[in-house]
């Protein structure tokens, strides 16, 4: 099971976070996100546990819990939305224009 985890301290390191989930299970995935330009931690990350029971059981036991003077907000990963980073000028699929937009002469 794949979990979100937000408002992480920005000095945590991935293996701190695995031993805060390791305590609910096994961990089989660590990833915080950073910034691709200044390579900083952007303050969250995914946790991915061996099994649903296993992540739902951390995501029980760690959501609002405090690490390093943050309050963690825990939750089941959700899918990337179809339309993430489309914008209103154009359609990611064709790089034509989204539909209902049209050039006026």
Avoid: C
Wanted: no cysteine.
């Amino acid at each position: 099971m794949k979990i979100y985890v937000g408002n992480l301290p920005h000095e945590i390191t991935e293996q701190e976070l695995r031993q805060e989930f390791a305590s609910f299970g096994e961990v089989t995935s660590v990833n915080i996100v950073k910034d691709k330009y200044s390579g900083q931690p952007r303050g969250f990350g995914f946790v991915e546990m061996a099994s649903v029971s296993q992540g739902q059981a951390a995501i029980a036991g760690l959501n609002g819990k405090a690490m390093k003077d943050q309050m963690l907000n825990v939750s089941a990963a959700r899918p990337p939305s179809e339309n993430r980073g489309g914008g209103s000028y154009g359609n990611r699929r064709s790089g034509g224009p989204s539909k209902g937009w049209q050039r006026r002469y």
